[in-house]
């Protein structure tokens, strides 16, 4: 299994970011997907996830209201659109799955995860 993240940058305190996440590898549309930070000294931490077929999501409340997962299973892509970027939301944003269809929150749950990219949000 292998995933692709993409779309990370610097952006203003207030702008908006869409990561991608590319995977291969496997059957796209059987399991679940998940976006994770980590900033600088920090451990990493749960962003968003999704289920198999976008039914279900959940988000971190640092993030509710502002963030958004999506995937297209025709694509083999899951998105993060980051909507009024705040500094404390730098960090290396990692795409995630694990070998299962249902939403996870632990990190030790997610079997694939992504090189990551960097997000890097200015004040």
């Known amino acids: 299994v292998q995933l692709v993240e993409s779309g990370g940058g610097l952006v203003q305190a207030g702008g908006s970011l869409r990561l991608s996440c590319a995977a291969s590898?496997?059957?796209?549309?059987?399991?679940?997907m998940g976006w994770f930070r980590q900033a600088p000294g920090k451990e990493r931490e749960f962003v968003a996830t999704?289920?198999?077929?976008?039914?279900?999501?959940f988000y971190a409340d640092t993030v509710k209201g502002r963030f958004t997962i999506s995937r297209d299973n025709a694509k083999n892509r899951v998105y993060l659109q980051m909507n009024s970027l705040k500094p404390e939301d730098t960090a290396v944003y990692y795409c995630?799955?694990?070998?299962?269809?249902?939403?996870?929150?632990?990190?030790?749950?997610?079997?694939?995860w992504g090189q990551g990219t960097q997000v890097t949000v200015s004040s």
């Open positions: 995630a799955t694990r070998n299962s269809g249902t939403t996870a929150f632990d990190r030790y749950e997610y079997d694939y």
């Open positions: 590898g496997r059957t796209f549309s059987n399991y679940a």
């Open positions: 999704i289920n198999w077929n976008g039914a279900r999501i």
